[in-house]
């Protein structure tokens, strides 16, 4: 199974919104609403941001955001804030009854 | 609060077996509400699924692992395993066990710390 596509990096000033976008295919994310993102700070382990698509965890702050279409999902990011420096990955169930990631975005707060 | 951490050799040798349990506190593996997972990350790298087991035992794995993957649960211990033969260099990673929530959604809300494996001999 092939990596979902991320870019490799994006950026933004504080207070700007930024996406990042995850794409996959009919199999994986266009099939299915189980996309999940997580935010990953050096040397810790990830924090899950966003399940089945659009859904907030708990203490999750209400400026992330998921959204899908078609086989792209994307995170949304509003008021940026020097904290959200992090790398951020993607995740779908797919057709085979397994897992896929993203190959991850390096997140810049300028 | 569930707590996950994994624990097992730092270094392994190329060709051997790697073995890593997860032990699960704050939180009972038998509920069946969830999947429990192993993840890895090569260092500067992205994450990669290694595969997850239920309650029950079922599993499912990462099908380019699968031929050399096994994942295990002991209810009695509140503990999961991974067992990867025929290791390589290209094994070296950060290793992490995670729960998936299963029937509340799909993400893993619930993390360990993480443990670095060295295949190296």
């Known amino acids: 199974q092939s990596a979902l596509t991320q870019p490799a990096s994006v950026s933004g000033s504080p207070g700007q919104s930024i996406t990042i976008s995850c794409t996959g295919t009919?199999?994986?994310?266009?099939?299915?609403?189980?996309v999940s993102w997580y935010q990953q700070h050096p040397g810790k382990a990830p924090k899950l941001m966003i399940y089945?698509?659009?859904n907030r965890p708990s203490g999750v702050s209400s400026r992330f955001s998921g959204s899908q279409s078609g086989n792209t999902a994307s995170l949304t990011i509003s008021g940026l804030q020097a904290e959200d420096e992090a790398d951020y990955y993607c995740?779908?169930?797919?057709?085979?009854?397994?897992?896929?990631f993203g190959g991850g975005t390096k997140l810049t707060v300028l | 609060q569930v707590q996950l951490q994994e624990s097992g050799p730092g270094l392994v040798k190329p060709s051997q077996t790697l073995s890593l349990t997860c032990t699960v506190s704050g939180g009972s593996i038998s509920s069946g509400d969830y999947y429990w997972s192993w993840i890895r990350q090569p260092p500067g790298k992205g994450l990669e699924w290694i595969g997850y087991i239920d309650h029950s035992g079922t599993t499912y794995y990462n099908p380019s692992l699968k031929s050399r993957v096994t994942i295990s649960v002991d209810t009695s211990k509140n503990q999961f395993s991974l067992k990867l033969t025929s290791v390589t260099a290209a094994d070296t990673a950060v290793y992490y066990c995670?729960?998936?929530?299963?029937?509340?959604?799909?993400?893993?809300?619930?993390w360990g710390q993480g443990t670095l494996v060295t295949v190296s001999s």
């Open positions: 995740s779908s169930y797919t057709s085979s009854s397994s897992l896929v």
């Open positions: 089945d698509v659009s």
């Open positions: 995670a729960r998936d929530q299963g029937r509340s959604g799909f993400g893993f809300d619930y």
């Open positions: 009919s199999s994986d994310v266009g099939g299915y609403n189980y």
